[in-house]
């Protein structure tokens, strides 16, 4: 039961970033001034980082559950390669949208030392990396026989 629901938050997670990063963020921009769909961009995306906060914190309690659920069997380390994938995502969370946005800020402003191009790219390599994370944890998830 436990695998099923984490496999399928992983899985609506997974289809939330790609929604995000590959529909949603470039629509915008094909619609409307690169002004206001950078608004809009960033207010998706800020959605986007509250909820990936609160769906790894639910799967990191899913997977701790998971592991002290399997009553006759060899006891399962706490961290296990699941776990890992979920601390992965809330590290490019934070530190794509939590350290680099209020930089791509800055730079915007023409403060900080590195170009909004380049903190841009970061951003987007950290999201990238981050629904890479995110779609191999619900493959491993839904792989496993329930």
């Known amino acids: 039961m436990l695998y099923r629901a984490a496999a399928w938050l992983s899985g609506v997670w997974g289809g939330l970033l ?14 409307t001034t690169a002004e206001i769909a950078g608004r809009s961009a ?3 995306f800020s959605i986007e980082a509250y909820a ?3 769906t790894a914190v639910i799967l990191l309690i899913l997977m701790r559950r998971l592991t002290n659920e399997r009553p006759g069997q060899a006891v399962i380390s706490a961290f296990n390669t699941n776990l890992f994938l979920v601390l992965g995502t809330l590290f490019c969370t934070v530190a794509g949208y939590f350290v680099i946005q209020p930089m791509m800020a800055a730079a915007r402003a023409g403060q900080g030392s590195l170009s909004f191009a380049a903190l841009h790219g970061l951003s987007a390599g950290f999201y990238g990396l981050k629904a890479l994370l995110v779609l191999t944890l619900a493959w491993r998830l839904a792989a496993r026989p329930a």
């Open 18 to 31: 790609l929604g995000v990063g590959f529909i949603g963020a470039p629509a915008g921009f094909a619609v």
């Open 52 to 54: 990936s906060l609160a």
């Open 42 to 44: 960033g207010r998706m």
